[in-house]
């Protein structure tokens, strides 16, 4: 089965670029079944999607945090990556990669703090 | 954008007993090839979300068959037919119908 792992830093400072990467195993993030996503969890909150790509480089984004976000896909690290500009301390959370499956999210990384402080 | 409506927010409940969490959308999840992407999952404290069930009614894999979920169109809901101790945690409805993922607000599952 595939598992995921979120690396990066854990403390960005207000107005800088928040950066994560999730690294693939068990599996070919080039599989045309698998859609990646990135999904963030506010402390003592629910979830909230970012947004998502497919192998192919297609993405969709959350329209709330659109003009920020960025993901991107290295098949040859299999590997995929959130970039978030413009961090406020409402962008501290915990941050998940997960693999979306006929249409369910069906594996998830074991998240990681991000904090926004200076 | 298609939210995602939980009810109720908290159900406190005796071991033993059923629990029945309700998820409503705000448009119809039936997607242009016939299927539903509807979804739920659980986080129990510190943990990361676990699928539970998909398409609905769909079991994942290792997932007991005292959790069930039912329904179609906007209105779907969750039940556990006898709650255990692990079942404690909060649970969320999910779609990805228009490849775009939202979320319910979460419904926390506790024992009285």
């Known amino acids: 089965q595939l598992q995921l792992q979120e690396s990066g830093p854990g403390l960005v400072k207000p107005s800088e670029t928040l950066s994560l990467t999730c690294t693939v195993s068990?599996?070919?993030?080039?599989?045309?079944?698998?859609?990646w996503g990135w999904i963030r969890q506010p402390p003592g909150k629910g979830l909230e999607w970012i947004g998502s790509i497919y192998y192919s480089g297609s993405t969709y984004y959350n329209p709330s945090l659109k003009s920020r976000v960025t993901i991107s896909v290295d098949t040859s690290k299999n590997q995929f990556s959130l970039k978030l500009s413009s961090v406020t301390a409402a962008d501290t959370a915990v941050y998940y990669c997960?693999?979306?499956?006929?249409?369910?999210?069906?594996?998830w990384g074991q998240g990681t703090l991000v904090t926004v402080s200076s | 954008d298609i939210v995602m409506t939980q009810t109720p927010l908290s159900s406190p409940v005796t071991l033993g007993q059923p629990a029945s969490i309700s998820c409503r959308s705000s448009?119809?999840?039936?997607?242009?090839?016939?299927?539903?992407?509807l979804s739920w999952l659980q986080q129990r404290p510190g943990q990361p979300p676990r699928l539970l069930i998909y398409?609905?009614?769909n079991r994942f894999s290792g997932v007991p068959d005292r959790f069930s979920g039912s329904g179609a169109g906007t209105d779907f809901t969750l039940k556990i037919s006898r709650v255990e101790a692990e079942d404690v945690g909060v649970y969320y409805c999910?779609?990805?119908?228009?490849?775009?993922?939202?979320f319910g607000q979460g419904t926390k599952v506790e024992i009285k």
């Open positions: 398409k609905i009614s």
């Open positions: 997960a693999t979306l499956i006929v249409g369910a999210p069906v594996y």
């Open positions: 068990g599996g070919s993030i080039s599989s045309s079944s698998y859609y």
């Open positions: 448009q119809s999840l039936v997607h242009s090839d016939g299927n539903t992407y």
């Open positions: 999910t779609q990805a119908t228009q490849w775009t993922w939202t």
